[in-house]
T-cell receptor
Framework: GAGVSQSPSNKVTEKGKDVELRCDPI?????LYWYRQSLGQGLEFLIY????????KSGLPSDRFSAERTGGSVSTLTIQRTQQEDSAVYLC??????????????FGEGSWLTVV | KQEVTQIPAALSVPEGENLVLNCSFT??????LQWFRQDPGKGLTSLLL?????REQTSGRLNASLDKSSGRSTLYIAASQPGDSATYLC?????????FGAGTILRVKS
């Protein structure tokens, strides 16, 4: 696609429910990232996928968070048993290749999650 | 610890002014540095990417500089316009991840 596409754009869920957020990266981009932006906070790295390699999960805040990437393209971020502190904008990004000096990262418009 | 700091946190200027946004980072072993713009309720738009071996990049009215040894970058905006009003984020690339500053909220008054 022309840009990074995320869905849903907005999600309101009850505390304790599971949610799935989807990201469709730019066509041909092998690297995919998830970030979280909480109200009044900076962007926080969550997870990184590169091709078929094992993902870098070092930023996931708890074991309630998981992500997968099927076929090296679309990715799903799953939050189980949501808590109010999970309320944030979840941003997905992609880049053409693995981390390198010249690789620009392109972001989607985010999925706005509100846990009530 | 890899930290990125942006100064000022907020800036309000009249239309037409030239302005400078500052970014500093604690670990100079960077891959690259990227400046983004974020409009309210929107995602991030990449403005400029400076490779670790470069000193500056220019795009239109924007010029970004990088001084790796001192851990600093600046974003210069010439002849500011109301449409430039947004949050400007500096992000430093370390390995697999970008470390972001908290941003500078810019308001350009007409």
């Amino acid at each position: 696609g022309a840009g990074v596409s995320q869905s849903p754009s907005n999600k309101v869920t009850e505390k304790g429910k599971d949610v799935e957020l989807r990201c469709d990266p730019i066509s041909g981009h092998t690297a995919l990232y998830w970030y979280r932006q909480s109200l009044g906070q900076g962007l926080e790295f969550l997870i990184y996928f590169q091709g078929n390699s094992a993902p870098d999960k070092s930023g996931l805040p708890s074991d309630r968070f998981s992500a997968e990437r099927t076929g090296g393209s679309v990715s799903t971020l799953t939050i189980q048993r949501t808590q109010q502190e999970d309320s944030a904008v979840y941003l997905c990004a992609s880049s053409l290749g693995p981390p390198g000096p010249g690789n620009t990262i392109y972001f989607g418009e985010g999925s706005w999650l509100t846990v009530v | 610890k890899q930290e990125v700091t942006q100064i000022p946190a907020a800036l309000s200027v009249p239309e037409g002014e030239n302005l400078v946004l500052n970014c500093s980072f604690t670990d100079s072993a960077i891959y690259n540095l990227q400046w983004f713009r974020q409009d309210p309720g929107k995602g991030l738009t990449s403005l400029l990417l400076i490779q670790s071996s470069q000193r500056e990049q220019t795009s239109g009215r924007l010029n970004a500089s990088l001084d790796k040894s001192s851990g600093r970058s600046t974003l210069y905006i010439a002849a500011s316009q109301p449409g430039d009003s947004a949050t400007y984020l500096c992000a430093v690339r370390y390995g697999n991840k970008l470390v972001f500053g908290a941003g500078t909220i810019l308001r350009v008054k007409s």
